[in-house]
């Protein structure tokens, strides 16, 4: 029986040759041929050709409902108009008739909790664009990868090829051992400068600095037993729940951006004119980046996984690589990574700087039940901490659903790295 690994190696393998091609050829001259080898290597069946196209459309970034799209029509609009378009998460219908759908109980059904995914015996699987979080449970839980994100990576190439502008690769603090046990983290950096990065920017390096902006936030709001600070921190999906679900809670709630977009507005400012590719384990950060309020800070999103089969895809063994580390962070920075790591990083700072008001009583949640559970009771007064920290996966960043590693072995990563 084939599973969901199976499935997902399948999807990949369909990004990995869209990345050959494109890298090698500078066009979509021969994506057509891709499909032939898919077939005749049996990775995919005759009937399964729409399938393949689907896949390369999402790998390039594209939408599946204009259906008269040819797929070199598709990959080169995403080469010259550099724009992923929306809905980031979106169903290849025809893998659907994968399911065994006699018994009606199709897992994607019961993996949205915010009403986004609609499951119709006539339709099939829908989802409300303005009502999802992109938080990727619906991805996870299909076990034939009918649920995708778009991946931007083929508008990189050129800029990457050309170099024309710098274009930066800031990577999120969970990305420590993402790449394999025995590759360290100057080792991602040679590979990145050898893709055409002008260099790899921790993101850690931001988060330390909003750590003080939580501080002062926690000592210019949190004066009494009653009073409390909701941390913005780094996970969108905690954002966007708390804007969209519970603007009765904003007054509580820090006013900060996250670290992916503090560093991507500093590059920009202290690099005129330069490009800014974030990279983490996150779907929810490639809508982030697209906000319109927001949307100056980062060019492109990639996650690890996108990351760890282009690395493939252009024959870049890391582990051979040499070591071009440079400390760019702290401790504190890096375990924003994990759940309970702005906590900690905001309990140290205000040690550091003899805080004499009240003391910080942090309470942290992660998954998007339990998130919805704490703001539910911040929402009808009961109130158990004065700093309150949520993370829209399990285990925070370490656990989001574009990783490589599982979670507690990424969170012992995260930990070690100092
Ligand atoms: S999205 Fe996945 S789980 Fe849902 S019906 Fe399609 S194949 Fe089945
Ligand atoms: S990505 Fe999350 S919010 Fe969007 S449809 Fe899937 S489960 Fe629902």
Not at 13 to 25: A, G, M, N, P, Q
Not at 163 to 173: C, D, K, L, N, R
Request: overall charge negative; aromatic content about 8%; hydrophobic content about 40%.
């Amino acid at each position: 029986m084939k599973n969901k690994s199976y499935y997902q190696d399948r999807k990949l393998t369909v990004f990995r040759e869209l990345v050959k091609s494109l890298w090698t050829d500078g066009s979509a001259k021969n994506i057509k041929k891709i499909e032939e080898e898919l077939i005749n290597r049996g990775l995919f069946e005759e009937k399964e050709r729409n399938i393949i196209r689907d896949y390369i459309k999402l790998a390039a970034g594209q939408g599946l409902e204009n259906k008269d799209e040819s797929v070199e029509e598709a990959v080169n609009h995403a080469m010259h108009n550099k724009d992923i378009e929306f809905p980031l998460v979106t169903v290849v219908k025809d893998v659907c008739d994968l399911c065994d759908h006699s018994a009606g109980s199709e897992p994607c059904k019961a993996s949205c909790s915010h009403g986004a995914l609609i499951y119709n015996k006539e339709r099939g699987v829908e989802i409300e664009k303005d009502k999802c979080l992109t938080c990727g449970n619906c991805v996870k839980a299909c076990p034939h990868e009918a649920l995708s994100d778009k991946v931007e990576f083929v508008p990189i190439i050129d800029m990457l090829k050309q170099q024309e502008v710098p274009v930066y690769a800031a990577i999120a603090p969970a990305y420590v051992g993402q790449f394999g046990d025995n590759v360290n983290p100057g080792q991602i950096r040679s590979a990145l400068k050898m893709m055409g990065f002008k260099d790899m920017i921790e993101v850690a390096l931001f988060a330390d600095l909003l750590t003080l902006r939580e501080v002062f936030e926690f000592e210019h709001l949190v004066h009494t037993k009653e009073d409390y600070l909701i941390t913005s921190c780094c996970c969108p999906i905690w954002m966007n729940m708390i804007l969209k679900g519970y603007p009765e809670l904003l007054e509580n709630f820090s006013p900060a951006v996250s670290p992916m977009i503090a560093a991507g507005r500093v590059l920009k400012e202290v690099y005129k004119g330069c490009k800014v590719v974030f990279i983490g384990p996150c779907i929810a950060k490639k809508n982030e980046a697209k906000d319109k309020d927001l949307k100056d800070a980062i060019d492109y999103v990639l996650t690890y996984r996108e990351m760890d089969e282009i690395f493939k895809a252009l024959d870049l063994d890391l582990s051979k690589l040499p070591d071009e580390q440079y400390e760019q962070s702290s401790l504190g920075g890096r375990i924003y990574a994990r759940t309970g790591g702005v906590s900690k990083a905001v309990a140290i700072s205000l040690e550091r700087i003899g805080h004499q008001g009240i003391e910080l009583n942090a309470i942290q949640v992660d998954g998007v039940m339990d998130c919805k559970a704490m703001l539910d009771k911040l929402k009808n007064g009961i109130v158990e901490a004065n700093f309150i920290e949520g993370m829209g996966c399990k285990g925070g960043c370490v656990g989001g659903p574009r990783t490589n590693i599982e979670v507690q072995k990424a969170t012992d990563f995260v930990n070690q790295y100092e």
